[in-house]
């Protein structure tokens, strides 16, 4: 339970964490992202920090305030941040996917301001490059742990993931309820971990990322 968190759980372990959105820029003023605060990504740095990790930060533009000890690199888009996670993929243990990344970007990044021109305005839109995907195919790997956000077939569609992805557990986040997941203080997620599930009751994002911690230090070791 919670209550009941160690810290030394992840004593002398090297620990990476995505979060927040990504931006993908359209022109200079531009760009696409989504509604991702970055509180779920940060709750897991902060719980990975008390556990005695040494935490590496990388996120998108959020508004949360930096944890204290955390290694912090912020980035702005998807390409960014996999370049950023690549760099850094050697010198980690395990690897938390928190990220909310922008599935496209826009083709071309235009120099100037576009103008508005015409009636209307077609955007062609390019496949972003998957980094958790990315960090499971790295060698060596670490433990690579992904999320999924889903509003259907949430654990099948989880565990699809956890396979293409090459991932060691995964977090399935049921996010069809307003008012848990993407951008609110309380979640409601289960832990897939090989052929275990472990359905942890809704609770506040500190809660669960002090629960996701626990269950990383338990099943990462081998
Ligand atoms: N992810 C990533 N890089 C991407 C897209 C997703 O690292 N370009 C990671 C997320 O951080 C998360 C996991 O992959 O840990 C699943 O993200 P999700 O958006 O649920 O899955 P997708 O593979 O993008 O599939 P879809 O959005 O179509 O459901
Ligand atoms: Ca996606």
Do not use: W
């Not at 509604?35 to 709750?43: C, D, Q």
């Not at 509003?151 to 992805?165: E, V």
């Amino acid at each position: 339970a919670a209550g009941l968190f160690h810290s030394g759980l992840l004593a002398g372990k090297r620990v990476m964490i995505t979060a927040g959105p990504t931006r993908e820029a359209l022109d200079p003023v531009r760009f696409l992202s989504n509604h991702s605060s970055g509180k779920m990504g940060y709750a897991l740095a902060e719980a990975a920090i008390a556990a005695g990790a040494r935490t590496t930060l990388v996120s998108g533009p959020v508004t949360l305030p930096i944890p204290e000890h955390a290694q912090y690199h912020p980035v702005e888009s998807a390409a960014e941040m996999l370049e950023t996670c690549l760099r850094l993929v050697s010198e980690c243990d395990i690897f938390i996917a928190c990220a909310a990344v922008a599935d496209y970007r826009p083709e071309q990044v235009q120099g100037d301001k576009i103008k508005k021109n015409d009636a209307e305005m077609l955007l062609k839109l390019v496949r972003n490059p998957d980094i958790v995907s990315a960090v499971a195919a790295a060698e060596p790997r670490p433990f690579t742990v992904g999320f999924a956000a889903e509003t259907r077939d949430l654990l099948a569609y989880a565990r699809d993931k956890m396979q293409r992805k090459g991932l060691d557990m995964i977090i399935a986040n049921d996010v069809s309820d307003q008012g848990i997941g993407f951008n609110s203080e309380e979640n409601e997620v289960t832990i897939v971990c090989g052929q275990t599930e472990h359905a942890l009751p809704r609770a506040s994002k500190t809660i669960i990322a002090r629960q996701i911690i626990e269950a990383i230090a338990n099943s990462s070791g081998k």
